[in-house]
């Protein structure tokens, strides 16, 4: 990702600590004049309604990535995966499932249904840090559909 370009990313967490690592994280990146804009969501109809720009997200942005937990009120993550990945227009945006779940059956179902990459969330918010600042050194490298 070129420097001039800016890095939208929706976060959909329902868990206000995990968000606040994100966020922090995200700031980090701004401090070294990398250009971050983030959205959050807390439940899997909200995401939808966000990336199809309906009801109080009528002006949002189309994120260029987007994280996604698994374990939501409501919708799931990996029903919201699967809608995504049906639709043409947003196909294309990476979905990165960040979640606490160790099945490997949710792993393959993620995959299967499009995602990008599937990290585990650590425990420790040091450890989930690192696993942030991973996410985005990758994330700002790699060339994104706008």
């Known amino acids: 990702m070129s420097g001039k370009k800016r890095l939208v990313v929706l976060v959909v967490e329902d868990q206000h600590p995990d968000y606040v690592l994100i966020e922090r994280s995200i700031k980090a990146l701004e401090d070294k ?80 249904s499009g995602a990008s990459a599937y990290l585990q969330k650590p425990t420790h918010p040091e450890d989930f840090e690192k696993l942030l600042n991973t996410v985005w050194e990758y994330w700002r490298v790699v060339k994104l559909p706008e």
């Open 33 to 112: 004049g990398i250009k971050c804009e983030l959205h959050w969501v807390k439940t899997g109809e909200d995401a939808l309604d966000f990336l199809y720009r309906r009801g109080e997200y009528a002006d949002a942005p189309r994120p260029n990535l987007i994280l996604l937990d698994l374990r939501l009120p409501g919708m799931n993550g990996l029903e919201v995966l699967s809608e995504i990945k049906k639709d043409e227009k947003l196909r294309k945006i990476p979905v990165v499932v960040l979640t606490v779940s160790e099945s490997e059956a949710d792993m393959i179902r993620a995959y299967d």
